[in-house]
């Protein structure tokens, strides 16, 4: 299963990078958009490796990190603080109980700082549509942004193309059927923005598609949160497109370090509308993008959010019959149950 999982994803960043490294929809657009008249410098330290990358998760103060919005390193120490807790056990238990309150503060917070974003979205985006037009690149911008867009929405659908075609191939069910009984999860999934919401819909499918029902059980939640291959393929999409855009030259070994980082980034995400902001900033981080390029994102998110979310659990649906077809009967699974 994690096999396949991880396969699944490492396909996905694959998918973005033969595209928009052969197609380059960055190249010719102006960087104005992102930069808004500011100047822009690489920087010394962008000369990234993955041994500099290796090094930069671990920070050396988690002050500093959390400061300076560095969240690769804050992400790895919250995995390894989490880990010391669970194995400390009851003496850990204050710890856990401040941490659980820190969360629950920090959500009423980002719910209230959530109800001024729409103010803050319109005049971020605003101010860039008026700067372009008063620079006269406002029809070369948008056609940057509809170049990355198409780009994007071809990988997705190149992302769930071989997942199905693959179910269709060992399971011998017609892809037109296979299509037809995942209707209800399409809608479902595009309806939603969630992958978590979509999951009992998506299971009953998965069980009419000859998924084994113990494995469908077990995976499916699982894949829900960490195999999220669209979201992994947006976030990979989207550095290269700003990276060709502010002219930066990425090796090949440099884009298979972002792409690790994308996939780390999306295996610390859940199945929740929206999380792929917070991994773009690490991605962004590492290549110096200005996070201003967000903003220019953001309108697009909410449908290319929902178009990942079909791909992510049609995805995860897809694997948990290809991997029902590769497990070995356990007796009493259940299937007679059903």
């Known amino acids: 299963m994690l096999s396949y999982m991880l396969l699944s994803e490492v396909i996905a960043v694959t998918i973005a990078l033969v595209l928009f490294n052969v197609l380059k929809p960055g190249i010719g657009s102006n960087p104005d958009l992102i930069l808004n008249g500011q100047p822009y410098e690489v920087l010394e330290h962008q000369a990234f490796s993955f041994s500099t990358f290796v090094l930069s998760i671990f920070t050396d103060n988690i002050f ?56 803050g979205i319109f005049a971020l985006v605003g101010f860039g549509v008026a700067q372009s037009y008063l620079n006269g690149v406002l029809k070369q911008n948008f056609a940057a942004l509809l170049a990355f867009t198409g780009v994007l929405v071809l990988g997705l659908i190149l992302h769930g193309l071989w997942q199905l075609v693959a179910v269709a191939i060992l399971t011998k069910q017609k892809i037109s059927n296979i299509l037809y009984q995942s209707l209800s999860v399409f ?38 949160s960490i195999n999220v291959g669209g979201m992994m393929l947006y976030e990979m999409g989207a550095v290269l497109f700003f990276s060709q855009m502010l002219g930066l030259d990425l090796s090949i070994s440099q884009q298979i370090v972002l792409a690790v980082a994308c996939i780390l980034g999306g295996m610390a995400e859940g199945g929740i509308p929206e999380t792929s902001m917070v991994s773009l900033v690490v991605v962004f981080k590492i290549v110096n993008i200005p996070l201003s390029a967000i903003s220019i994102l953001l309108p697009l998110d909410r449908i290319i959010d929902r178009l990942r979310t079909v791909v992510n659990i049609f995805g995860n649906m897809c694997g948990t019959i290809l991997v029902s077809q590769w497990s070995s009967d356990f007796e009493g699974n259940g299937s007679e149950a059903e």
Do not use: Q, W, Y
């Open 64 to 119: 500093h990190s959390l400061a300076n919005f560095d969240l690769l390193p804050v992400v790895m120490f919250s995995i390894l603080f989490g880990l010391g807790c669970a194995l400390t056990g009851d003496n850990a238990k204050p710890l856990v109980n401040l941490a659980i309150g820190a969360r629950e503060v920090s959500t009423k917070c980002l719910h209230g700082v959530m109800l001024f974003a729409p103010i």
């Open 187 to 224: 809608s479902t999934a595009f309806g939603t923005s969630s992958s978590v919401a979509t999951l009992p819909v998506a299971i009953e499918t998965a069980f009419r598609l000859k998924a084994k029902p113990f494995v469908a059980r077990f995976m499916m939640p699982v894949s829900a």
